[in-house]
């Protein structure tokens, strides 16, 4: 990797939001006030002590952080190779890391004096993590979701509710994430003055990729500590989950300029990365495209129309992937991998069995691919993955694979 690119880890994007050449704001001229603004904000509140006293303080008795690094004993004896710790950030309030990004940004919109939130969900799971802390600070919140997914996820949506947020179906385009996210963009763009948009993952027009992924940073630099303080060193192996790809990027974005530490992003392949398109792996089986106002790689059909994806967890099924993540496997930083649905309700259950903890699908995902190479690794061989979120908004899902009846 030529050494200037290396270099450039740490301090990108460049000023117009570039991750070499993903990235960037592909906005209309309508919408760019209002991104110069936060983005003005945002720089301005990265550098603010109270900013992040406040954060850490939300972070500790409202989120529960730090989450804890777990040695997941009987897995590691089980898969007899590599040293496995899990990184609990599902124990987090709202039991994901969704929640983390979104502290932050409210607490940012809180300093621009924005009253009314904003915000896209597919699941579900940033959703209820905006309607919560929207609850908590007065705010009021509108959530558009897909028409289809408000359907498929009527606990979350009730959630919301109860939360007091407005859940507004999006029935233009499929109805899914995509189309939610186009609808939220329309909203902003009309309601400037006192609205601020609250984005759920590393995507999105500069500077929403480079803020989020600092708002979950936190989950990475904890890592570090811990792994200092449990075995003296740095992992050799971070393992994180893919749907737009925040989670990943937290985890590892503090460990980017350390070379020895291998970076691997899991993506879903749903029924198998192939020319049938029954998969979500944006970067192992997409091109580069625009979407959402930034360029990535995208799930696209030869006319470069966006596709809806297939994976069996709902929090993955993001058709592009946050830019940062392009840039860091062309540049070769970081590997990317995709695991099945069949792989990952493997892992599902070993890990309910072996170590007591229902995983969400999504980082079943992750905890796939360690099955995959940890037996071929020495004992001393430290891994890390990123438990984001636990497994109780999935169990009709995995029941109904199972073939299982449950009410
Ligand atoms: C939303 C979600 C994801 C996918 O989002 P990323 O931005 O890729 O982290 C993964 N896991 C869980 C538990 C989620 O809720």
């Given at each position: 990797?030529?050494?200037?690119?290396?270099?450039?880890?740490?301090?990108?994007?460049d000023?117009?939001?570039?991750?070499?050449?993903?990235?960037?704001?592909?906005?209309?001229?309508?919408?760019?006030?209002?991104?110069?603004?936060?983005?003005?904000?945002?720089?301005?509140?990265?550098?603010?002590?109270?900013?992040?006293?406040?954060?850490?303080?939300?972070?500790?008795?409202?989120?529960?952080?730090?989450?804890?690094?777990?040695?997941?004993?009987?897995?590691?004896?089980?898969?007899?190779?590599?040293?496995?710790?899990?990184?609990?950030?599902?124990?987090?309030?709202?039991g994901?890391?969704?929640?983390?990004?979104?502290?932050?940004?409210?607490?940012?919109?809180?300093?621009?004096?924005?009253?009314?939130?904003?915000?896209?969900?597919?699941?579900?799971?940033?959703?209820?993590?905006?309607?919560?802390?929207?609850?908590?600070?007065?705010?009021?919140?509108?959530?558009?979701m897909?028409?289809?997914?408000?359907?498929?996820?009527?606990?979350?949506?009730?959630?919301?509710?109860?939360?007091?947020a407005?859940v507004?179906?999006?029935?233009?385009?499929?109805?899914?994430?995509?189309?939610a996210?186009?609808d939220?963009?329309?909203?902003?763009?009309?309601?400037?003055?006192?609205?601020?948009?609250?984005?759920?993952?590393?995507?999105?027009?500069?500077?929403?990729?480079?803020?989020?992924?600092?708002?979950?940073?936190?989950?990475?630099?904890?890592?570090?500590?811990?792994?200092?303080a449990?075995?003296g060193?740095?992992?050799?192996?971070?393992?994180?989950?893919?749907?737009?790809?925040?989670?990943?990027?937290?985890?590892?974005?503090?460990?980017?300029?350390?070379?020895?530490?291998?970076?691997?992003?899991?993506?879903?392949?749903?029924?198998g990365?192939?020319?049938?398109?029954?998969?979500?792996?944006?970067?192992?089986?997409?091109?580069?495209?625009?979407?959402?106002?930034?360029?990535?790689?995208?799930?696209?059909?030869?006319?470069?129309?966006?596709?809806?994806?297939?994976?069996?967890?709902?929090g993955?099924?993001?058709?592009?992937?946050?830019p940062?993540?392009?840039?860091?496997?062309?540049?070769?930083?970081?590997?990317?991998?995709?695991?099945t649905?069949?792989?990952?309700?493997?892992?599902f259950?070993?890990?309910?069995?072996m170590e007591?903890?229902?995983?969400a699908?999504?980082?079943?995902?992750?905890?796939?691919?360690?099955?995959?190479?940890?037996?071929?690794l020495?004992?001393d061989?430290?891994?890390?993955?990123?438990?984001?979120?636990?497994?109780?908004?999935?169990?009709?899902?995995?029941?109904?694979?199972?073939?299982?009846?449950?009410?």
């Amino acid at each position: 990797m030529p050494e200037d690119l290396l270099n450039s880890f740490m301090s990108g994007p460049d000023e117009k939001g570039r991750f070499g050449n993903y990235g960037g704001r592909f906005v209309s001229e309508t919408l760019m006030p209002l991104i110069l603004r936060l983005e003005a904000e945002y720089e301005r509140a990265k550098t603010d002590q109270r900013f992040w006293d406040e954060m850490h303080d939300l972070w500790t008795h409202y989120v529960g952080r730090p989450s804890p690094l777990y040695h997941a004993a009987r897995l590691t004896d089980r898969l007899g190779g590599a040293k496995i710790y899990m990184k609990r950030d599902e124990l987090n309030h709202t039991g994901a890391h969704k929640i983390n990004n979104v502290l932050g940004q409210i607490l940012l919109a809180r300093r621009m004096g924005k009253e009314r939130i904003i915000a896209e969900t597919g699941a579900g799971q940033h959703g209820v993590a905006t309607a919560t802390v929207c609850a908590k600070f007065g705010l009021k919140c509108v959530v558009y979701m897909g028409a289809h997914d408000v359907e498929r996820q009527a606990p979350n949506v009730f959630r919301m509710r109860l939360l007091g947020a407005e859940v507004v179906p999006v029935t233009s385009g499929r109805g899914t994430l995509k189309d939610a996210m186009n609808d939220a963009l329309r909203d902003w763009v009309t309601n400037i003055r006192d609205t601020f948009y609250c984005i759920g993952t590393v995507a999105g027009p500069h500077p929403y990729p480079a803020m989020v992924r600092d708002f979950q940073s936190i989950i990475g630099k904890e890592v570090r500590e811990q792994m200092q303080a449990a075995e003296g060193r740095l992992p050799d192996t971070l393992i994180a989950a893919i749907g737009g790809g925040s989670n990943a990027m937290g985890l590892f974005h503090p460990f980017l300029d350390d070379k020895d530490v291998r970076i691997i992003g899991v993506e879903a392949g749903g029924k198998g990365v192939d020319d049938r398109m029954e998969h979500c792996a944006s970067l192992t089986g997409g091109r580069p495209g625009v979407l959402h106002g930034n360029r990535t790689y995208l799930l696209q059909d030869d006319d470069g129309q966006i596709l809806e994806g297939f994976s069996i967890s709902a929090g993955l099924d993001y058709p592009g992937i946050g830019p940062e993540h392009a840039w860091l496997k062309d540049v070769g930083r970081a590997e990317y991998v995709s695991i099945t649905d069949r792989e990952a309700l493997d892992a599902f259950q070993l890990c309910c069995e072996m170590e007591g903890i229902i995983p969400a699908l999504e980082p079943s995902h992750a905890l796939a691919h360690v099955m995959k190479i940890a037996p071929d690794l020495p004992s001393d061989h430290l891994i890390c993955m990123n438990m984001c979120g636990r497994g109780d908004k999935d169990i009709f899902t995995v029941a109904k694979a199972l073939g299982v009846e449950i009410g």
